[in-house]
Nanobody, 116 residues
Framework: QVQLVESGGGLVQPGGSLRLSCAASGFTFSNYAMTWYRQAPGKERESVAAITSAGNSTKYAESVKGRFTISRDNAKNTMYLQMNSLKPEDTAIYYC?????????WGKGILVTVSS
């Protein structure tokens, strides 16, 4: 059974940092690309960052380039999103997605709130 569990969210002040983690199980993690999405209040979901199965290639939304870093540890079946210089507009529910060959699988999401 595929499981994706996000952690590390919470409340942070503007300019602060958070690191999200996504613990994966139920599939061969190292075989699949992974993605972080987010959905802000009243807005559509958007892709934030993606990483290949080996972790050797990444891509980012323009809105987070230079501030967010996606990474993965295939030995720990875990993906990360390091978020620096956070802005109020980064407030959203962040989702971990496994891009499996039979379809994308979504975690339940975790709330990140950037506010003073």
């Amino acid at each position: 059974q595929v499981q994706l569990v996000e952690s590390g969210g919470g409340l942070v002040q503007p300019g602060g940092s958070l690191r999200l983690s996504c613990a994966a199980s139920g599939f061969t993690f190292s075989n699949y690309a992974m993605t972080w999405y987010r959905q802000a209040p009243g807005k559509e979901r958007e892709s934030v960052a993606a990483i290949t199965s080996a972790g050797n290639s990444t891509k980012y939304a323009e809105s987070v380039k230079g501030r967010f870093t996606i990474s993965r540890d295939n030995a720990k079946n875990t993906m990360y999103l390091q978020m620096n210089s956070l802005k109020p507009e980064d407030t959203a529910i962040y989702y971990c997605i496994a891009n499996l060959y039979w379809g994308d699988y979504w975690g339940k999401g975790i709330l990140v709130t950037v506010s003073s």
